[in-house]
């Protein structure tokens, strides 16, 4: 149940919305750095609308061992109950109008609810409830799906007593919404116009009423399932698929970074679908469907029409459950998956030993289930996911680019396929090289300067050497001490001759203040106190400036 597209052997999964594509990986021989490509594939996928029914099963949590019943509550359902529900028409197989299927199912169902607890619309009203069942019976944190089987009242997950009769009106039947909704019977002869549709009852994952606090069964909360009604159909199209790869041959590099619906330039280049015409029952017989040739039209054998997308024939996948003989996707797997999917998922898995798609077992998977069951509009994502996911496990693409065309052939074209491939280059965003820029620029205009200075001799390195021999703190002192022994421009070589032998030492004295009221004088560092020592007399010459410091008393 990722979120994103996979790809496993044979297929190509799209996890985000459903479906999948039939494909023998290939991938080129030399991708270089990576490559990336189009391909149109084979694609089938689900196709679901939901209606609610307006009603809600709820139950509360109120201590720790202690048996809360189940209620269902009317939310409008019961109330609000349509008189008339919408006609289908099946003479067009492009338009399977899932969603009246969908509405004319609910309307159904409720009615049958409603005769199951002797109800009527003048007894009943908004906020109602009615008994389901304790915990003991019913699982709390799941979702239920189950499909109509025109025997009677039904809910997911939760039982109901077979033996009562309805009461309603005067009649003593049940109204049966499986044959209404689906449009066809098991005696039905099979054919193109005879869609495969699967019609039920969806009830969500449970919500925490009156807040979005944690999806824990704790005590003290109060919990609402909402009921859905169904419909789905399984449709094929051709889809263009773009893949990826980083440059290394291996599978696991794979990717597909998009799914798009092929578009055609005008009808004649649409492909043209076919379904097997066996004569036979639908009970009887898995009719197989594809894509075929022109030629093949008018094919005595075959139900053909050319549109972008084909709705599958019915057959009797709709009754069957799922098994290794049922891996033909171009049969029967399509519609037993769909039938598989209408099931009690927890009894199922038991049964079966197939995934438990309740999320009773898989929190994460619960989870999802929660977020996805807050509408009707989001509702049958959580139909096509399962279903897609079933799918995925049952079958897989044997054909490639490579089994297409054979020399020789006129598909030997098909085998060539337009790759981008991709090479390593290295560029450099300039707006990172500004403080470079701005750096060059000054020192341009520093250098062309000093060229300037130096063509017209207004500036050169002797001048340079003159002005560093000048700020020499040794020659400097020398210089000032002595500045008529030697001229200040002299040479380095005559000044170290002449005064390089000179000793200079520097150190500090203290004068003494008069002394404060404290009965302490105060000492002040006197920086004017040095003795300067001549290289020829020891004795030193002192020299002292007094330091005057004002006193004010407090």
């Known amino acids: 149940m990722n979120d994103r597209y996979d790809i496993i052997a044979g297929l190509v999964v799209d996890m985000t919305t459903g479906g999948i594509g039939f494909r023998n990986h290939t991938i080129p021989s030399d991708s270089g750095d990576g490559a990336e490509w189009d391909e149109d594939l084979l694609w089938i996928e689900p196709e679901t609308a939901c209606v609610n029914t307006n009603l809600t099963v709820d139950f ?65 009203r908004l906020g109602k409830s009615y008994n389901l069942g304790t915990m003991t019976q019913i699982q709390a944190n799941r979702i239920g799906l189950i499909d109509f089987i025109d025997t009677g009242p039904q809910l997911p997950g939760v039982p109901l007593d077979p033996n009562i009769k309805l009461n309603v009106n005067g009649t003593s039947e049940w109204l ?29 994952a449970a919500s925490r009423v009156g807040g979005d606090g944690p999806l824990r069964l704790d005590p003290g909360t109060n919990w609402s399932s909402p009921l859905f009604v169904c419909a789905s159909s399984v449709r094929a199209s051709v889809k263009t698929v773009s893949f990826r790869i980083n440059g290394t041959s291996l599978l696991s590099h794979l990717f597909v ?16 679908w076919a379904v097997e015409d066996t004569g036979m029952e639908i009970r009887d017989v898995a009719p197989s469907w ?61 049964v079966t030993g197939m995934l438990d798609y309740s999320g009773y077992t898989n929190y994460p998977m ?42 020789g052939t006129p598909d030997a074209e098909s085998a060539n396929v337009s790759v981008i491939t991709f090479k390593r280059r290295i560029r450099y965003d300039l707006r990172y090289a500004i403080p470079a820029l701005v750096f060059l620029v000054v020192y341009l205009i520093g250098l062309a300067s000093s060229m300037l200075l130096l063509v017209s001799r207004r500036a050169g390195f002797g ?11 040794g020659r400097a002192v020398t210089m000032d001490r002595n500045p008529d022994k030697l001229p200040r421009d002299v040479k380095t070589k005559i000044w170290i001759q002449v005064m390089g ?31 300067i020592t001549d290289g020829g007399d020891e004795s030193p010459i002192q020299e002292k400036r007094e330091s005057k410091i004002e006193v004010t008393e407090i």
């Not at 996805?372 to 079958?395: E, G, R, Y």
């Open 60 to 124: 509360a949590i109120t201590g720790i061992n202690r048996e809360e019943p189940f209620l269902l509550t009317d939310r409008g359902g019961f109330t609000n109950l349509a008189r008339e529900d919408p006609l289908l028409d099946r003479t067009d197989p492009a338009q399977p109008e899932l969603w009246k299927r969908a509405y004319r199912g609910a309307t159904l169902s409720n009615t049958n609810l409603m005769g199951y607890y002797n109800e009527t619309h003048e007894k009943t």
């Open 176 to 204: 049966k919404p499986g044959s209404a909704t689906r449009g066809f019977v098991s005696s039905d002869i099979a054919n193109i116009s005879n869609i495969a549709i699967q019609t039920g009852m969806l009830l969500g």
């Open 257 to 272: 970074t998009n799914i798009t619906s092929k578009m055609y330039p005008n009808e004649a280049s649409k492909p043209l």
């Open 290 to 350: 594809g894509i075929v040739a022109d030629r093949y039209e008018n094919a005595p054998a075959l139900w053909t029409r050319r549109a972008d997308k084909l709705y599958l024939p019915a057959g009797a996948g709709h009754q069957a459950y799922l098994n290794d003989d049922h891996g033909e996707a171009g049969a029967i797997a399509p519609q037993a998956a769909l039938s598989v999917t209408y099931s009690d998922a927890s009894v199922l898995s038991t």
């Open 366 to 407: 619960f989870l999802k289930w929660e977020h996805l069951s807050k509408s009707a509009t989001t509702a049958p994502q959580i139909i096509n996911l399962i279903w897609t996911d079933i799918m995925a496990n049952f079958v897989m693409g044997a054909r490639s680019h490579l089994s297409r065309g054979r020399v």
């Open 463 to 473: 001048l340079l050497r003159r002005l560093l021999n000048q700020t020499a703190v």
């Open 501 to 531: 032998g000179e000793d200079i030492g520097i150190r500090k004295r203290y004068a003494v203040g008069p002394a404060s009221e404290y009965g302490k004088p105060d000492e002040i560092p006197s920086p004017s106190m040095e003795t």
